[in-house]
């Protein structure tokens, strides 16, 4: 049987968008397993941009910069391995666009502290292949915090 280079492609193109989902659930399952080595083993380099953009929230835009606040993804590891606390980050709404060298992941997201959904928003990645696997590099995400303070805990 002869494959038309149509159907090659879209093997390769469902082969590719299967590869990036392991990277996302991978991201989701170190959050969760605290799982430091994994974590940063998806990321091109330490120095990738790490940017949340946070709406004022009186008016929900942006008055000036200090909505944006670069971050690492070694501090936001380093802050999850070191809490007791249940993490969890969800994803929603996956749209991957590549070309098989790179690749650009938009999704929604909800980030959970125990059963207290602490924030959510949009996120966006760019990816690229590397001989080692796709690698995250870069990561930029709005923030929504939660009005509801959080429960405190019971004794």
């Known amino acids: 049987m002869v494959l038309s280079s149509v159907a090659v492609a879209k093997e390769d193109g469902k082969k590719v968008d299967q ?16 799982d430091e080595e994994t974590f940063n083993d998806l990321f091109y ?9 946070v709406a004022d929230k009186r ?14 993804y070694v501090q936001f590891i380093s802050w999850i391995v070191s809490t007791e606390e249940k993490l969890e980050e969800k994803f929603w709404d996956i749209e991957i666009l590549t070309d098989s ?21 949009d996120e966006a990645w760019h ?15 709005s923030v929504t915090a939660n009005p509801e303070p959080r429960p405190k805990k019971s004794s």
């Open 101 to 121: 060298d790179i690749a650009s992941v938009h999704f929604k997201y909800s980030f959970h502290i125990g059963d207290y959904k602490s924030n959510w928003g």
């Open 19 to 34: 590869e990036i989902r392991e990277v996302i659930e991978a991201f989701r399952l170190s959050i969760i397993e605290k």
């Open 45 to 53: 380099d330490k120095s990738i941009p790490w940017i949340s953009v």
């Open 127 to 141: 990816l690229l292949k590397t001989v080692d696997g796709w690698k995250i590099s870069s990561v930029v995400y």
């Open 59 to 72: 008016t929900g835009s942006l008055p000036s910069q200090s909505g944006v606040r670069p971050g690492s």
